[in-house]
């Protein structure tokens, strides 16, 4: 349906290359020099006149707390056009997650 996002779904190849697409738009947004690690976990697709991406990307390794392991993401808004364009809309930060 239109205008509605799609459930999260697991990221594929095609999903990590459309997050490489926009990777120096994403360090320039956020701030950032460089991402240790740069690897799409789940996306969501949304139709409007093209399609955007909604990408999580895990951006720094693991590392173990109290046998907890965590990890920092962050959310990606990737708009494909109808010419076959892709650009980044948005950029967010989500911190450390289990």
């Known amino acids: 349906m239109n205008g509605v996002w799609s459930e999260p779904k697991p990221a594929t190849a095609e999903t990590q290359g459309i997050a490489d697409k926009v990777k120096e738009a994403a360090l320039k947004k956020l ?8 690897k799409a976990t ?3 697709t949304q139709v409007v006149a093209g399609m ?4 999580k990307v895990q951006v720094t390794p693991a590392i173990a707390i109290r ?12 708009y494909h056009d109808l010419k076959n364009e892709y650009s980044l809309t948005d950029a967010t930060d989500l911190g ?3």
């Not at 701030?31 to 740069?38: D, H, N, S, T, V």
């Open 31 to 38: 701030k950032q020099e460089l991402f240790i690690e740069y």
């Open 96 to 98: 450390r997650q289990p």
């Open 42 to 44: 789940e996306y969501q």
């Open 52 to 55: 955007n991406f909604k990408i």
């Open 67 to 78: 046998d907890v392991f965590y990890a920092d993401y962050i959310q990606l808004v990737v």
